[in-house]
T-cell receptor, first 110, second 115 residues
Framework: QKEVEQDPGPLSVPEGAIVSLNCTYS??????FMWYRQYSRKGPELLMY????GNKEDGRFTAQVDKSSKYISLFIRDSQPSDSATYLC??????????FGTGTSLTVIP | SQTIHQWPATLVQPVGSPLSLECTVE??????LYWYRQAAGRGLQLLFY??????ISSEVPQNLSASRPQDRQFILSSKKLLLSDSGFYLC??????????????FGSGTQLSVL
């Protein structure tokens, strides 16, 4: 079983839609959770970072962590064509190892 | 603010040729440094990480090696490239916050094609 599972998509939505991206994980020791946005042929950009359970909001983006279910989500409100990218989830516990999902490809259609 | 520089952005090399990719970090000291390879649809594969000068941990035995000659410099090398070395290579760094490494920041990546 992989440490982190992420649906690869692709996901295609109309502009203005609410997007929900999800990851599940198996290791209950994970405490720190990240979402990255990656445009084609570019390095991943840290989008959201959360510690432990709960929600964190930043503009149109909301990151949600449910440690009891080992499930994290990223919500994008009022999606824009510029949100078209691959979204990677990542997580870690105390240490130097980061565990990544394989990424979900998102296309927002104007 | 901290920045990470990775070059070149694109590289085409013949099979059997050597490789040297360089990464430098600015605006921080004693970072943890990482080399990842990203294959299409297969996610990020950790190749090497370093917690200090001269300290390299290899995650995957392969045709590649890494070195950290200075605190904020990380180099990925190969003596003889294989076709299977083609891929998108990413350098990354993290800094302990509250004695834990929670955030990882990436460079812009190098697309390597071995022909």
């Amino acid at each position: 079983q992989k440490e982190v599972e992420q649906d690869p998509g692709p996901l295609s939505v109309p502009e203005g839609a609410i997007v929900s991206l999800n990851c599940t994980y198996s290791n209950s020791a994970f405490q720190y959770f990240m979402w990255y946005r990656q445009y084609s042929r570019k390095g991943p950009e840290l989008l959201m970072y959360t510690y432990s359970s709960g929600n964190k909001e930043d503009g149109r983006f909301t990151a949600q962590v449910d440690k009891s279910s080992k499930y994290i989500s990223l919500f994008i409100r009022d999606s824009q064509p510029s949100d078209s990218a691959t979204y990677l989830c990542a997580m870690t516990y105390t240490g130097n190892q980061f565990y990544f999902g394989t990424g979900t490809s998102l296309t927002v259609i104007p | 603010s901290q920045t990470i520089h990775q070059w070149p952005a694109t590289l085409v090399q013949p099979v059997g040729s050597p490789l040297s990719l360089e990464c430098t970090v600015e605006g921080t000291s004693n970072p943890n440094l990482y080399w990842y390879r990203q294959a299409a649809g297969r996610g990020l594969q950790l190749l090497f990480y370093s917690v200090g000068i001269g300290q390299i941990s290899s995650e995957v035995p392969q045709n590649l090696s890494a070195s950290r000659p200075q605190d904020r410099q990380f180099i990925l090398s190969s003596k003889k490239l294989l076709l299977s070395d083609s891929g998108f290579y990413l350098c990354a760094w993290s800094v302990p916050l509250r004695a834990t490494n929670e955030k990882l920041f990436f460079g812009s990546g190098t697309q390597l094609s071995v022909l």
